[in-house]
């Protein structure tokens, strides 16, 4: 029960990742407030939450909804942990191709979404002593062909403001990391198609058994393995941890596939043909 009595928010918490983490910190005993644009799912948690789970319709691309989103919980008795999670795949478009305002939208959901919760979270945490945030970044902040180019570019910054806010926040007791997910499960690959359900569940299917493949952890990531590491994070396990990520990717990012895959090609088995 490492959050009996704590009050969170968790912003895109009615699926996925988010979902995950509203249940585990729940499960800790914290009060949970959702912010979400998805009010079918949210509001079926909160019916089901015995109270422990709020709602309020938040897109993150409004800086507004995120400061009426942090100062309702706040308002409640103090807000003490914010994960900005939200997100969505946003331009798809090479950088040859993409148009500036589908940049913009892009990194407004995944960049400045997260910048605008520290920044409305602050001082509100600052006044009550401290807090703790926690941002999801991406494998694909560390590396080419994991996502689009817009995405990869805002998940990047994440990572360094991060870092920036852990600095400036710190005197104020208050510690800000992020989770940098590998391939999770969850309905972000195909949210944005616009296919009849046998067609999405098909789509879901391949890619759970891409996403098995890709690692040498040979399963797809669960969101519940994400939610773990922000709750760690959140937590006062990580007291002395600030301005840093946790990688939680089966190994997605160590290295080439030849030095986990045996059936892959790599120089070192090439060159044993020769001995
Ligand atoms: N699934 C992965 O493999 C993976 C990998 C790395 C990073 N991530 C990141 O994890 C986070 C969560 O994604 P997920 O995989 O759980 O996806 P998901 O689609 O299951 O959940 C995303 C949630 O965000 C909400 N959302 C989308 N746009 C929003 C907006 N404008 N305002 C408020 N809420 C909004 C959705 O309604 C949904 O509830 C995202 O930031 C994503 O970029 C996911």
Known sequence: MRFAGKRAVVTGGASGI?????????????????GDIDEGAANDMVATSNGRIHFRRTDVT??????????????????????????????????????????DRTQALLLRSVAMGIRYAAPLMTARGGG?????????????????TAYSTAKAGVLHLTKLAAADLARHNIRVNAVVPGFIMTNIFTRHLE???????????????????????RRAGRPEDIAAAVAYLASDDAAFVTGTSILVDGGLTIGTRGSWDPAAPSLFSALEAFQ
Not at 132 to 148: C, E, M, R
Not at 195 to 217: F, L
């Open 18 to 34: 988010g979902r995950a983490t509203v249940d585990r910190l729940v499960s800790e005993g914290a009060e949970v407030w959702i």
């Open 62 to 103: 409004d800086a507004e909804a995120i400061r009426a989103l942090i100062e309702e919980a706040d308002a409640a008795g103090g807000l003490d942990i914010l994960f900005n999670n939200a997100g969505a795949g946003g331009a798809r478009e090479p950088i040859g191709e993409v148009a500036p305002e589908d940049w």
């Open 132 to 148: 703790a945030i926690v941002n999801t970044s991406s494998v694909s902040a560390l590396g080419t062909g994991y996502a689009p």
């Open 195 to 217: 296919v009849p359900e046998d067609k999405r569940a098909q789509a879901n299917g391949m890619i759970a058994h891409v996403a098995a493949d890709s690692q040498p952890i």
